[in-house]
Nanobody, 130 residues
Framework: VQLVESGGGLVQPGGSLRLSCAADGFTFSGYTMSWVRQTPGKGLECVAGISPDGRPTYYADSVKGRFTISRDNHNYTLSLQMNSLTSEDTALYYC????????????????????????WGQGTQVTVSS
């Protein structure tokens, strides 16, 4: 199993980045997928999730209206379009498979647990700074 993220980097406030995750070694179309970010001060946050067939999707309040998650089941890829970036978005971003019930649970309980996720990528760093 492999999840390989790419697309991170340094961007100025207000700028955009597009993260990609290439999946291999499992049936990608059968999994809920997510983007999880980690910062030293805030810990882990699931910023976006997408069900196996693309609907429904989930966004954390902190990114709603600015980030868009999408997937291409044919090409085994997951993407995260990030617009209007701020310094608060600086983090290490992970692509991860998620439990099937996570997206609906996050609507009422934002806390995430290790067992909510299965396969993880190595992460890609996003730094928003002028």
């Amino acid at each position: 199993v492999q999840l390989v993220e790419s697309g991170g980097g340094l961007v100025q406030p207000g700028g955009s980045l597009r993260l990609s995750c290439a999946a291999d070694g499992f049936t990608f179309s059968g999994y809920t997928m997510s983007w999880v970010r980690q910062t030293p001060g805030k810990g882990l946050e699931c910023v976006a999730g997408i069900s196996p067939d693309g609907r429904p999707t989930y966004y954390a309040d902190s990114v709603k209206g600015r980030f868009t998650i999408s997937r291409d089941n044919h090409n085994y890829t997951l993407s995260l379009q990030m617009n209007s970036l701020t310094s608060e978005d600086t983090a290490l971003y992970y692509c991860a498979t998620a439990s099937s019930g996570l997206l609906s649970r996050l609507l009422v309980d934002k806390r995430i647990h290790h067992h909510d996720f299965g396969y993880w990528g190595q992460g890609t760093q996003v730094t928003v700074s002028s």
